[in-house]
């Protein structure tokens, strides 16, 4: 297994753009899917993105396709999710994962999970 911890997380007026890094401990991390997600209290954590192994595939949250971009580096061991264009809906705690199987939204798909980084959109 990983160990993940995520971090860029912060306060941000509606429009802009934060950048949420999480950084992969432990061995195999290129074997891994990753994905984000992301809960606000009382709801039930939500997928945002994720990424195969290769970064070759990606695949998007329609509330996020074409404001948010999923990106990997192997050889840092490392996932970016840049996100542009924010609205106070954004607002929430942004969690990373990793798993062994495919591309998948379900998060039974991903068995590693971070702390989770809070961001927070004002209006």
């Known amino acids: 297994q990983v160990q993940l911890v995520e971090s860029g997380g912060g306060l941000v007026q509606a429009g802009g753009s934060l950048r949420l890094t999480c950084a992969a401990s432990?061995?195999?991390?290129?074997?891994?899917?990753m994905g984000w997600f992301r809960q606000t209290p009382g709801k039930e954590r939500e997928f945002v993105a994720a990424?195969?192994?290769?970064?070759?595939?990606?695949d998007y949250a329609d509330s996020v396709k074409g404001r948010f971009t999923i990106s990997r580096d192997n050889a840092k061991n490392t996932v970016l999710l840049q996100m542009n264009s924010l609205r106070p809906e954004d607002t929430a705690v942004y969690y990373c994962?990793?798993?062994?199987?495919?591309?998948?939204?379900?998060?039974?798909?991903?068995?590693?999970w971070g702390q989770g980084t809070q961001v927070t959109v004002s209006s």
């Open positions: 432990g061995r195999g991390f290129s074997s891994y899917t």
């Open positions: 990424i195969s192994r290769s970064g070759g595939n990606t």
């Open positions: 994962a990793a798993g062994p199987y495919g591309l998948g939204r379900f998060e039974r798909n991903f068995r590693s």
